[in-house]
C-alpha cells in the first residue's frame, strides 16, 4: 500500500477473528519496528511475543488487579478505568508484542521517543499487511507481575502492541486539523 494510505488508513483496533497469524508475518512486523531510527541508534527495545494461555494470564493479571483495588486504591496508583477494556482486547487478539527495554540503562526521554517510532512502525506495517493492532500502555501497571511471569526481570516492560485480523472497521478518530497546531514564522 502507498504510505499515505497506510497512514491514513491505520487505527487502532479493539476487535479482532480468531485467525491465526503466521511467525512469519509477526516477525515482519517487528523488522519493520527494529528499521526504526533511535536516539544515538541505541535500539533501546526487546519484543516478546506472547500468545495462547500466556497471553490471556497477563490479561488475567490485568483484570485481577482492577478487581482486587477499590476505586480509591486504583486513583492512588493512577491505575486508568481503560485498564479493564484494554485487558478484553489482549484475550481477543491472538498475539500479544511486549516491547521492553534494559532495566540498568541510563534510560532518557530520546529512548522514549525511540521507542514511540519502533511501535509506530509496527502499527503502520500491521496496517500495510491488513492486519490490526492496538498500541497498548496499560499494561504498565502489572509491569513487574509480567516480567516476573516471563522470567524477564532483566528487563522493562515499557508498552505492548496487540495485532490479528481485524473484525471491525473504526471510523478515523478526531483529530485536530492542521491549521490550528502550525504556525509559519519567516
Ligand atoms: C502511547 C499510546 C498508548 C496507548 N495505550 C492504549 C491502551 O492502553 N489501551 C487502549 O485501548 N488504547 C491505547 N492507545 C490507543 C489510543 O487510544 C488511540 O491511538 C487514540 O484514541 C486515537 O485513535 P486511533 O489510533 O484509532 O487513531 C494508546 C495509544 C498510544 C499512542
Known amino acids: 500500500m502507498e504510505l499515505k494510505k497506510v497512514i491514513e488508513n491505520r487505527r487502532s483496533i ?11 508475518i509477526i516477525e515482519d512486523i517487528l523488522n519493520c519496528g527494529r528499521l526504526a531510527p533511535s536516539a544515538k541508534n541505541r535500539q533501546p527495545w526487546y519484543f516478546v511475543i506472547v500468545k495462547d494461555e500466556i497471553k490471556d494470564k497477563i490479561a488475567d493479571l490485568m483484570l485481577n488487579d482492577t478487581i482486587n483495588n477499590t476505586k480509591e486504591e486504583r486513583k492512588k496508583l493512577k491505575c486508568p478505568s481503560s485498564v479493564t477494556p484494554t485487558a478484553k482486547v489482549i484475550k481477543e487478539a491472538p498475539i500479544l508484542v511486549l516491547i521492553f527495554r534494559d532495566k540498568d540503562d541510563n534510560w532518557n526521554i530520546g529512548d522514549s521517543l525511540s521507542i514511540g517510532a519502533c511501535v509506530e512502525n509496527i502499527c503502520l506495517r500491521a496496517t500495510d499487511l491488513g492486519l490490526g493492532s492496538l498500541w497498548i500502555r496499560d499494561i504498565v501497571y502489572v509491569a513487574d507481575e509480567v516480567a516476573k511471569m516471563l522470567n524477564h526481570e532483566d528487563l522493562d ?13 473504526p471510523k478515523a478518530r478526531p483529530r485536530k486539523e492542521l491549521k490550528d497546531i502550525i504556525e509559519w514564522i519567516s
Open 157 to 169: 516492560l515499557n508498552c505492548a502492541v496487540s495485532i490479528g485480523y481485524p473484525n471491525q472497521s
Open 14 to 24: 479493539r476487535a479482532f477473528k480468531k485467525t491465526n497469524v503466521s511467525n512469519e
